[in-house]
């Protein structure tokens, strides 16, 4: 390996974006005695980003490596596989075009790794940054924006407690990935045909799973810039859904695949309880309070999340097929 670590910035039509992260990248402090290059992957943009990278390369004056890469696969997900796969050292930092690294990002990210020699992945803590103040009925699901702020001392996740952290600003080590992270995961990340994500969490519990630890890491800050239509009923309930949709899958990923159809029927009658009670209770205001709007589909997407895994399946299958063929 030529580099101690790599900062990947997956961007997709980030033109606008991708420059600032940037700029706060090539005035990292205490990066003095480490040798670190930043890879920036463009997940198959229309705009300028392509551009936007090549003039930053000529001006560059970073102390790290800047390069740029194209993936044409959309989503998240080939993205960062590409960035691990593209990497010049044993660790890997997923900065998205919108989370802005504090100027000692790089040093913390690099200095607690070598101090946690079984940790597969470490996360960042996350602030938002909102272009509008949002109301105060919505900070109480703020934390699905991907915000992470778990207190100033650093704490090992245990996923099947607490779950795992998202994936904005995370580190990873890249043979945890190489060694536990299927070459195809079922989530790609959201596009423009599906709002489900959860590819972090996916890649996540297979590092999880293989024995690695996971850490939340506060000296690691970064803010995730928040525009005002991330706040707007239609994106969040959108997004909630989404969230609910990956659920089934996350889960079982979680438990022996021996038990899995045992926790099925467990799942779907515990999460049609859930959704029945709730609906009962709220049935009169889900239309006009947001909190409750997001919930509700959380809870409704949840509930379909078994049948939703199934379809990805069943089209994954096909489509494997129709390309042997």
């Not at 607490?162 to 299927?182: F, T």
């Amino acid at each position: 390996m030529l580099f101690d670590i790599t900062v990947a910035i997956t961007t997709y039509n980030g033109a606008e974006r991708v420059g600032q992260v940037l700029d706060l990248l090539q005035h990292q402090t205490g990066v003095e005695n480490i040798s670190w290059e930043i890879i920036v992957v463009d997940n198959n943009s229309s705009d300028r980003t392509a551009e936007v990278i090549q003039a930053y390369q000529q001006s560059w004056q970073g102390s790290a490596r800047l390069r740029y890469v194209f993936e044409g696969k959309q989503g998240l997900a080939y993205a960062r596989d590409r960035a691990v796969n593209e990497a010049d050292s044993p660790w890997v930092g997923f900065l998205d075009d919108d989370n802005l690294p504090a100027s000692n990002w790089v040093a913390a990210a690099y200095n607690f790794a070598t101090e946690h020699p079984e940790a597969g992945a470490i996360a960042s803590q996350i602030h938002g940054l909102f272009a509008t103040e949002p109301d105060q009925e919505l900070k109480q699901i703020l934390f699905y924006l991907a915000i992470t702020e778990r207190g100033e001392k650093p704490l090992r996740y245990e996923p099947k407690q607490k779950g795992v952290p998202p994936g904005a600003g995370i580190v990873i080590r890249r043979q945890a990935w190489l060694e536990s992270v299927p070459k195809q995961l079922l989530f790609i990340g959201r596009t423009a045909k599906s709002f489900v994500g959860a590819e972090d969490a996916e890649a996540l519990l297979h590092i999880h799973n293989h024995g690695w630890e996971i850490w939340y890491n506060p000296a690691m800050e970064i803010q995730h810039v928040i525009p005002a239509w991330r706040l707007q009923r239609d994106y969040l309930t959108k997004l909630m859904r989404g969230i609910g949709l990956s659920r089934y899958y996350l889960r079982m990923l979680l438990i022996p695949a021996w038990k899995r159809p045992l926790g099925l029927v467990i799942y779907l009658v515990n999460d049609f309880r859930k959704l029945l009670i709730y609906w009962l209770r709220n049935r009169q205001e889900i239309s006009e309070n947001l909190v409750i709007a997001c919930e509700f589909e959380r809870l409704f997407g949840s509930l379909l999340s078994p049948f939703y895994t199934w379809k990805i399946r069943l089209h994954n299958y096909f489509h494997k097929s129709l390309t042997v063929n």
